[in-house]
C-alpha cells in the first residue's frame, strides 16, 4: 500500500483482495525489507548479564505483575480537571496495546463516589417492585445460576467529549480511552428476573449501586431480557474492585454510565426513574436547548491507536498502522482508513476475533516515505451504519453536549515523525 | 439434567439439543429455584460502611490490581519439589477462574533459570544458518513487520504428569494447572524467515531463549512456515517477564517447553539439534524403555474446574459445574460429563468463543440432591479425537514417562461436598 493509490472507500474488489490477503496471513509479503543484516553487535557477540546469572524464581510473584521496564504504562488521571479524585476518571492506554483484550489493570476508570470496599461474603443484591416475589441473592446465589461468557467493550458516553468542539487533546488515550473490552462471565439477567417474576406492567428496571454514591439508572425491560449480563468476572478473574467488585451490570453496547457497578439493587416499575445520571447528565444538550434522553446506544467509532500523538512515527519505511472499532449495533464490517486527509481510502486489515459489540482490531502495513500524513478511520457495522465526520454529527446536535462523538478522528504526522491532534475541514 | 438421563455419549440429536439451549442462554430455565426469598437483612435494610464513605479514588492504582479480598487466589508454586525455585514451576489456578482468558498475573511459570530480566532496548533476535541473509531484528524492526492477534492455550508436556501412576495431587491446580489461555500479539514467524530468506536444504530451525538455561529446541520448518507467531504482546499489553519478556515463541497447539521465552536466536539447518531438552528431557520413556521424541502435539484433554477438590460443593439442589477442554489439532467441538462414574453421559452446554488451539468452556447445570458424585468429563476435538482413559493410555504408553498425560480426570463428590482425586476401574 502507499499514500498515492486511487482506491475508493466503496471499491468491494480491493476491499475483498485485503481480506484474503489476511486470511492468508500474507499481507505485507511484498514490503521492502528493512531488518538490519547481522554484523558484529555486542548484545549478539557477548555473553549479557541476564544469560550470566539465574533470574528470580517461580515462588516470587504469586500474582505476576508487568515488567519494569513497562513502568511508564499506566491509566492517567485526571482529578486535576474535577472538583475531587473521588468522581473523576482516568484514561485506558490504548496507544500502548494491542490485540482486543484490554488488561484489567489499565481498563479506565470512573466513579461517582469513590470505590467500594466490599466483601462478598456481605453483598446482597435484591429484586422488588413489580415483582411476584421479591429476591435476595447471595453472591453464592448468583454463581449457583446458569452463566455465559462475552467478550464486549465498555466506553463511557462521554468519551472524545472534549472533541465536540475541536482538537483539544493531544494523545488518544484521552481522546478516546475511556473505552476498554473484557471477556465477562456472569448470569443473564432475564434469568434473574425469571425468578422473580417480572409482572405485565414492569416496563422499565432501575439499577442500583452499592457504592457511597448510589449510582442509579432506569433500564427498559426489553433490554434486559434480550443480552445483559450481571456479571462477577471479567478477563478470567473477579471483577477488578473500580470495575464493581463483586457484581456489575454488562450492558452490550450500551453507554458505560448503565452499567451499574457494585450492583445491589434492581427494582421493577412502569416508567423509567428520571434519575440524576439521567436527567442533569448522560443527555445531550442540543443547540436549540432541548435534549435528547436515554440516547443508550454507542454508535459505530474508530480511532487509529499508531500512529498517534503519544506514539509518534520514528521510522521511515515499513511501519504498521494500527487501530480500534467498534459499534454498539453488533460487529464491525470493515474500517476505511486513510493517510491523506480523505483523497485516498483503503480497507484496513482486520485481525483478531470479530466478536458483538467488541473492540475490533485493524491494521494497516505501509511504508512511509517521510511526507506529512493526515490520518483517519472510519468504521462501517453490520448494520451498514458508517462513522460520521464530525461536522456531519456537529451539523445535527450542536457542540452543546459532551456525550456521545463517535466522529472521525484526525491526526496529523510531521516529516519529523512527530504527531498531532487536528481537524480538516 | 439429572443423574439418571438414560443418555449415550454418541447421541447426536441430544448433544444439538444441547447446544440449541445454550444458543438461547436458556439452559437451565427449568431448573427449581433456590433463590432466598427477601426478608429484613441488615446488609439490605441498613445503610453499610461502603455506602457511607466516599472510596478510593480514580488517582490511587495507574495499574490496577485485584481486590484485597481475593489475595488467596494465586499461582502454587513447588519449589520445594525441585532442587531450586529458579528451576521449577507454579500453577495456575484454575478452580477459581472462568471464562477462557487466562489473566496474565495468573498464568502458570516454567522456568529452568530463573526469569532473565531484559530491556527491551537491549534485546535482539538473530535468525542465521541455512539462509540466504542473515538477520538481527531489534525489537523496533519487529513492531514494525505486519502482526497478528490469537489466543491460544499453552500446556507443559508434564502437565498431569504425576497422575501417570494413579490419583497423586488433590486438587486440578496441581493436576492440570500447568495451561494457560491468553490473546497473543506477535509477528508469523514465517514473514522474518522470508526476510532472511530459508534455503531449500533449511528443515529444522534451533530456537534458542536468552535466559541463564539459553533453553533451546528444534521446531520442524514446516511447522514454523505454517502457524508459529514470535509475539511480543499477551491479553493487549507487553508480554510478562516470566513469559519471555519482550518477545516469545507461540507455537499453536504444541507442548509449551517449546514456545521459547526470552527468544534471542533462530538457527536453520538440515536436521534437529538433539538439544537437552528433547533428548534428556521432554521424551516419553515406553514400558520397553524406548522413547518417543519429537511428541509436540497436545491431545484434546479436558477437566472440570469446580467442583474440585480446591472447590467443594456447598450447596444442595441447584449448582453449575465447569470446565474446561482444548485440543492441539483444532477446536473443541463437544464435551460429555458423566456425574456418575461413567454409567450416564450427557453432553455439556459449551460457552463463549469456540476457537482453534484454545481453552474452550463448559458448564453442567445441575441440581445436588447430597448423593455421591463420581465427575469425569470427555474432550471430542474437530478431528474426531475423543480423550482416551487413563488406562487406554497406560496400555499404550506405559507409566514411565511423565509427558502428554491427557488421560480422562476423576473427581469424586462425597455426601458432605468434599471432593477428591481418585480413580476408577
Redesign the interface.
Given at each position: 500500500m502507499s499514500s498515492d493509490h486511487k482506491t475508493s472507500p466503496l471499491d468491494r474488489r480491493r476491499f475483498l483482495g485485503a481480506a484474503g490477503l489476511a486470511g492468508a496471513?500474507?499481507?505485507?509479503?511484498s514490503?521492502p525489507?528493512?531488518?538490519?543484516?547481522?554484523?558484529p553487535?555486542p548484545?549478539?557477540t557477548e555473553v549479557?548479564d541476564?544469560?550470566?546469572?539465574?533470574?528470580?524464581?517461580?515462588?516470587?510473584?504469586?500474582?505476576?505483575?508487568?515488567?519494569?521496564?513497562?513502568k511508564h504504562?499506566?491509566?492517567?488521571?485526571v482529578?486535576w480537571l474535577t472538583a475531587?479524585?473521588?468522581s473523576?476518571?482516568?484514561f485506558t492506554p490504548l496507544h500502548?496495546?494491542?490485540?482486543?483484550?484490554?488488561?484489567?489493570?489499565?481498563?479506565f476508570?470512573?466513579?461517582h463516589?469513590?470505590?467500594?470496599?466490599?466483601?462478598?461474603a456481605?453483598?446482597?443484591l435484591?429484586i422488588?417492585g413489580l415483582v411476584d416475589?421479591?429476591?435476595?441473592?447471595?453472591m453464592?446465589?448468583i454463581?449457583?445460576?446458569?452463566?455465559?461468557?462475552?467478550?464486549h467493550f465498555l466506553e463511557c458516553a462521554a468519551n472524545s467529549g472534549m472533541e465536540w468542539r475541536g482538537a483539544q487533546l493531544n494523545g488518544c488515550q484521552f481522546t478516546h480511552g475511556m473505552v476498554h473490552n473484557?471477556?465477562?462471565?456472569g448470569v443473564?439477567l432475564?434469568?434473574l428476573l425469571?425468578?422473580a417474576g417480572l409482572k405485565p406492567t414492569a416496563k422499565w428496571l432501575m439499577l442500583e449501586g452499592?457504592?457511597?454514591s448510589?449510582m442509579n439508572r432506569s433500564l427498559p425491560v426489553e433490554k434486559a431480557l434480550d443480552d445483559v449480563l450481571i456479571a462477577f468476572?471479567m478477563?478470567?478473574?473477579?471483577l477488578?474492585?473500580?470495575q464493581g467488585?463483586?457484581l456489575r451490570a454488562v450492558v452490550p453496547g450500551w453507554e458505560g454510565n448503565i452499567w451499574v457497578k457494585?450492583l445491589r439493587r434492581i427494582e421493577a416499575g412502569d416508567k423509567s426513574w428520571q434519575a440524576r445520571e439521567e436527567t442533569s447528565k448522560y443527555t445531550d444538550l442540543l443547540a436549540d436547548g432541548r435534549s435528547r434522553r436515554y440516547t443508550f446506544i454507542m454508535d459505530a467509532k474508530s480511532v487509529v491507536t499508531n500512529p498517534s500523538p503519544q506514539a509518534p512515527l520514528?521510522?521511515k519505511?515499513?511501519?504498521?498502522l494500527s487501530g480500534l472499532a467498534w459499534s454498539g449495533r453488533g460487529t464491525i464490517k470493515r474500517v476505511d482508513v486513510t493517510l491523506d486527509g480523505g483523497k485516498n481510502w483503503q480497507a484496513a486489515?482486520i485481525?483478531?476475533?470479530v466478536?458483538e459489540k467488541s473492540l475490533t482490531?485493524f491494521?494497516v502495513?505501509f511504508d512511509w516515505a517521510g511526507q506529512e500524513l493526515l490520518i483517519q478511520s472510519r468504521a462501517m457495522d453490520s448494520t451498514g451504519y458508517v462513522q460520521p465526520t464530525k461536522d456531519e454529527l456537529r451539523k445535527v446536535r450542536g457542540v452543546n453536549s459532551i456525550y456521545h462523538n463517535n466522529g472521525i478522528q484526525t491526526w496529523q504526522v510531521r516529516p519529523n515523525g512527530e504527531t498531532e491532534n487536528v481537524e480538516i475541514a
Open positions: 496471513g500474507l499481507a505485507a509479503a514490503l525489507l528493512r531488518a538490519q543484516e547481522a554484523k553487535d548484545l549478539i549479557q541476564w544469560n550470566r546469572y539465574l533470574g528470580e524464581g517461580v515462588d516470587k510473584r504469586p500474582y505476576g505483575t508487568p515488567s519494569p521496564f513497562e504504562i499506566v491509566r492517567r488521571d482529578s475531587s479524585p473521588d473523576s476518571v482516568n500502548e496495546l494491542d490485540g482486543i483484550i484490554t488488561p484489567s489493570g489499565l481498563c476508570e470512573r466513579h463516589g469513590g470505590i467500594a470496599e466490599i466483601d462478598p456481605n453483598h446482597r435484591m422488588h416475589k421479591p429476591l435476595v441473592f447471595t453464592e446465589d454463581r449457583r445460576m446458569p452463566r455465559q461468557n462475552h467478550v473484557v471477556m465477562y462471565t443473564p432475564r434469568l425469571a425468578e452499592a457504592d457511597s448510589g468476572a478477563n478470567g478473574e473477579a477488578r474492585p473500580e467488585y463483586p457494585w520514528k521510522h519505511g515499513r511501519n504498521v486489515r485481525d483478531g476475533p466478536l482490531r491494521y502495513d
